[in-house]
Structures are given as C-alpha cells and as structure tokens.
T-cell receptor
Framework: EPEVTQTPSHQVTQMGQEVILRCVPI?????FYWYRQILGQKVEFLVS????????KSEIFDDQFSVERPDGSNFTLKIRSTKLEDSAMYFC????????????FGEGSRLTVL | QKEVEQNSGPLSVPEGAIASLNCTYS??????FFWYRQYSGKSPELIMS????GDKEDGRFTAQLNKASQYVSLLIRDSQPSDSATYLC???????????FGGGTRLMVKP
C-alpha cells in the first residue's frame, strides 16, 4: 500500500540551528502538507503546497519556515533558526485530487530543540 | 477562527460494547468531515470520511453527520482493546484543502 515516508524519525538540535525535515509523498498525489503536533496538543496545520507553490499557510508558518519540492519526489520543510517552542512532532501528509480532502499522513519526524 | 471541539475523555467502554465519539464544528460552510485514529506516539490514520448528512458505515465503524446541528459522530461497534487510541475529528472548510483538527477523544476499551 502506498505510503508517505518521512526522515529523520527523530532529530535533536540546538536552539538557533537550521533543520530540514524531508518527506516523500504518495507518488500520484498532487497536494502536500505539513502539520505539527506539540506533545499533548492538537494537530495543527502549517502549510499546504500544490503545483509547486504554497496554496495556504497558517499563522504558525512565519518567516522562519519554508517549504520546497526540490525534485519530483521530495517535499521538505526547513526551519531556519529553531526555537525551543519548535519542539514537536512534524507530520507530512499528501492527498490526491484535493476534492475529497482525504489526507494520508507519514509517520512523523520528532524535533527536539535544546 | 474555525473551531473543532471534542470531549478529551477518556471514554472507557467494556470490550464488545459500542463506543460513541462526538465532535462539533463552528464553520457552517464546512464540506468534508473525517475521523482519524492516533495511537500514542504515532501519526493520524484515516478511518472514515463523510460528506453528506446521514450515516455512513464501514465495517464496525459508522460515521454520522448533521450539518444543521454542526455535529459529527463516530460509532464503533463491538469495541476491541486494540481500538484503544485517541480519535481525532477533522473538518475541511469550503475553501482550500487544509483540515482543522479537534483535540481528540481518548478511548479506552477494557477487556
């Protein structure tokens, strides 16, 4: 069964460092998303990406964040200068046509900022 | 601000019983509704989607939608200990593709 894959599964970094989280969406999907979940809290939307550009972003997705689809398969989330409050599980998701809205999530990348 | 509300639980049911999980949402223009299951430390897993008023059944799961009351529910029949997890309600509005998630209801099925 096709799945969304994410790397790394866990990353520990020092405050102020840059982090790149990587995702390979399901191959025939067209819409890509990043969500995050701080421990014990809700799953929160960060950004959606379609046709090689950002289609929506939340207030959380400020200038410290960026996304990129550098090739035909990878979808990355970069955090330029990490803060303690960026510690969370980051989930990549993808969907097909977007009309049904069914999102399929990867296993997540746990980011710990020290 | 679009809100999706769920009782955090825990909801405890005995094995074999029916578990009933509820969700309300604030955006009256919402079009699509989803239930995800999330085991501790894992990612959300899609269980059901529902788009029109009424019931939708898939195996032991039934999703119910009432747009007039802005209410979505999930029934799990013949609950099993393996159903113990947090169940997330998610809603898609009428513009864009992002989902807004509720805080989840923790379900505990006791053997």
């Amino acid at each position: 069964e096709p799945e969304v894959t994410q790397t790394p599964s866990h990353q520990v970094t020092q405050m102020g460092q840059e982090v790149i989280l990587r995702c390979v969406p399901i191959s025939n999907h067209l819409y890509f998303y990043w969500y995050r979940q701080i421990l014990g809290q809700k799953v929160e939307f960060l950004v959606s990406f379609y046709n090689n550009e950002i289609s929506e972003k939340s207030e959380i997705f400020d200038d410290q964040f960026s996304v990129e689809r550098p090739d035909g398969s990878n979808f990355t989330l970069k955090i330029r200068s990490t803060k303690l409050e960026d510690s969370a599980m980051y989930f990549c998701a993808s969907s097909g046509t977007g009309e049904t809205g069914e999102l399929f999530f990867g296993e997540g990348s746990r980011l710990t900022v020290l | 601000q679009k809100e999706v509300e769920q009782n955090s639980g825990p909801l405890s049911v005995p094995e074999g019983a029916i578990a009933s999980l509820n969700c309300t949402y604030s955006d009256r223009g919402s079009q699509s509704f989803f239930w995800y299951r999330q085991y501790s430390g894992k990612s959300p897993e899609l269980i059901m989607s529902i788009y029109s008023n009424g019931d939708k059944e898939d195996g032991r799961f039934t999703a119910q939608l009432n747009k007039a009351s802005q209410y979505v529910s999930l029934l799990i029949r013949d609950s099993q200990p393996s159903d113990s997890a947090t169940y997330l309600c998610a809603v898609k509005g009428n513009a864009g593709n992002m989902l807004t998630f509720g805080g989840g209801t923790r379900l505990m099925v006791k053997p």
